[in-house]
């Protein structure tokens, strides 16, 4: 039961991109959004840390 599960996932995923080109495509158009998202994180701003008193409430 589990192989035609398995199975039928594959054949919809690969139904879904049609062509080689297709998985080419959305195989880049991910790793672009993966790309994007680690230059923001490791290129955003950090917070600016305020000075705490030395004593405490």
Do not use: F, K
């Not at 398995?6 to 919809?12: R, Y």
């Not at 080109?21 to 600016?48: C, F, M, N, Q, T």
Request: charged share 15%; glycine share 8%.
């Amino acid at each position: 039961m589990i192989r035609i599960l398995t199975a039928a996932a594959l054949l919809a995923s690969l139904a879904a991109c049609n062509t080689v080109e297709g998985i080419g495509r959305d195989l880049s158009a991910g790793g672009a959004a993966i790309s994007g998202v680690s230059y923001d994180a490791r290129h955003r701003p950090r917070p600016v840390q305020t000075q705490q008193p030395y004593y405490y409430y």
